[in-house]
C-alpha cells in the first residue's frame, strides 16, 4: 500500500469541513466534496490527498479509498467552529426553539437513567428487585406495586422540588427575551424545571406531561390537578412510600401522576393537548425559528422527532448530546457537550464586542 500524503492540504481552511463530510457519508469521492464545498476538481483531490494519513487510508491495488480502521469518531476538530457559528444564529434569529430531553437536567445534578446500569444506580432498591425503568415508570405498576410506584414518583417529586435548574436556563430564556418572536419550549421533561427558571407557562409544551400534576387511575372525571397539597415521605433506601398515597377527590381511587409512561392508555393528555395548540399557534406566526436541541436521545426519540419535522420546515437545528450527538452531520450544527457548558461556551461568543447577538446589559 502506498498512501500520498501531501502536507499543504491540511492548513486548508475547507481541511476540517472536507473530513466532516467524508465521515459522515462514509464517501471520499471527488465529485462528493466538488458538490458540498462547492470547488473545482484539483481543490476537490488536493484535499482528499491530505485526509490520507487522518482519516483515509488509499489502496494502491485497486485505486480505491477506504476510512482507516479504527478511526475516532468521537474526537469533533471542528468544536470551537461550531460554538461560533451557533452563536452567529443565535444572534441572528427572530425566534428560537429549545428542544429539551433528559440531558437537560444531569447538570442542575439530577439522575442519568441511561440503560439499566444508569438507572439502578440512581435506584439501588429497584435494581435489587430487577425492576426496569420501564416497569416502574408503568400504569401497571400502580395497580401491582403502588407503595414502590409511589415511592419512586414521590421521591422524584421531591428531588425535582429541591433542585435549582443549572445556569443553562437563564442563559436560553435570556437569549429567547432579546428575539423579536420570542422563545418556545419543547420538552419530554417533566420536572418543571422551565417554569421553575421563569419561562411562561404559556411558552412551554410537556409533551409527556409533569410530575406536579396528578390524574385518577381510574380517569374518573378527566380532571387534573395540582400537587401543591402532596409531600409524600419516602423510604429512599427501600424506595416505598411510607405516607398516604393520594386519592382522587371525586371517586377516591388512586391517584398517579399526569405522566405518560410507557404502555400507557390511561394517560389523560388534556392539559398537554393545550399546551401543544398553543406551541402550533406559535410556529404558524414564528419565521423559521433556530432549533437548539439540548440532552435529547434516541431510546425515546420524541423530541428528536420534533427537531427532525422543525428541520423539514426550515429551521436551523443546533444539537447539544453529550453521547448521541453525531458530530460529522454537515446538516446541522451537532455538539458532543453537555448542556452547561454548550450554553455557556456560546455566551461567550453571544456577549463578545461585534456579535449581532450581543447582550446589552452586559455592553452598557
Known sequence: MTQPTPPAGRSDPLYLHARQLVLFHGDARIARLQRALRIGHQHATALRDALCGDILEYHAHDASWHIAKGMDMTHDPLVDHKLAQAAEWIGNATCMVVAAGAGMGIDSGLPDFRGDNGFWRAYPALGR???????IASPQAFEKHPATAWGFYGHRL???RATTPHAGFGLLRRWGQRMPQGCFVFTSNVDGHFQKAGYPTARIY?????????????????EIWPTADLHPQVDEAACLLQSAPPRCPKCGALARPNILMFDDWQWNDARSQQQRMLLDMWLDSAQAP??????AGRAVATVRRFSQRMQQRGSPLIRFNLHEANIHNPHAIE????????LERIDQHLTGAGNPGQDKSQAD
Open 129 to 135: 428487585q430487577g425492576l426496569r425503568f420501564e416497569s
Open 158 to 160: 421531591n428531588l425535582y
Open 206 to 222: 410537556e409533551c409527556h406531561g409533569s410530575i406536579h400534576r396528578l390524574q385518577c387511575t381510574a380517569n374518573c372525571s378527566g
Open 290 to 295: 433556530v432549533v437548539i436541541e439540548i440532552g
Open 335 to 342: 455538539i458532543s457537550l453537555g448542556a452547561k457548558e454548550a
